[in-house]
């Protein structure tokens, strides 16, 4: 099994900055990609970012300019939060996509992180 396991949340004032980090942790054969969905309160979750194992990334138009998103060699992605407003308040979760196992190399699977919060006060 995978386990995603991130870090990084907190509250921060309008104008602050955050960076968020997210491992993929298991016998890991592959994997094609990782994102960050956002939700903030009664809302749904929502796509911030994604970014593929070899540094395609992909912004949600709310965060362009703000954000970066990236990944390294060992399944970490970290997303870096700049120019945070009230707006971004809300549960980060992290999400690693196409993940084969070394047991089962021909499956493909999803897994989810736990949630971190981020809050930003005006």
């Known amino acids: 099994q995978v386990q995603l396991v991130e870090s990084g949340g907190g509250a921060v004032q309008a104008g602050g900055s955050l960076r968020l980090s997210c491992g993929a942790f298991?016998?890991?054969?592959?994997?094609?990609?990782m994102a960050w969905y956002r939700q903030a309160p009664e809302e749904g979750r929502d796509l911030v970012a994604t970014?593929?194992?070899?540094?395609?990334p992909y912004y949600v138009d709310s965060v362009k300019g703000r954000f970066t998103i990236s990944i390294d060699n060992n399944h970490t992605a970290s997303l870096q939060m700049d120019k945070l407003t009230p707006d971004d308040t809300a549960v980060y979760y992290c999400?690693?996509?196409?993940?084969?196992?070394?047991?089962?190399?021909?499956?493909?699977?999803?897994?989810w992180g736990q949630g971190t919060q981020v809050t930003v006060s005006s």
């Open positions: 999400k690693a996509e196409g993940v084969r196992l070394l047991s089962s190399p021909t499956l493909w699977r999803t897994y």
């Open positions: 298991g016998s890991i054969y592959a994997l094609q990609r």
């Open positions: 970014i593929t194992t070899t540094g395609t």
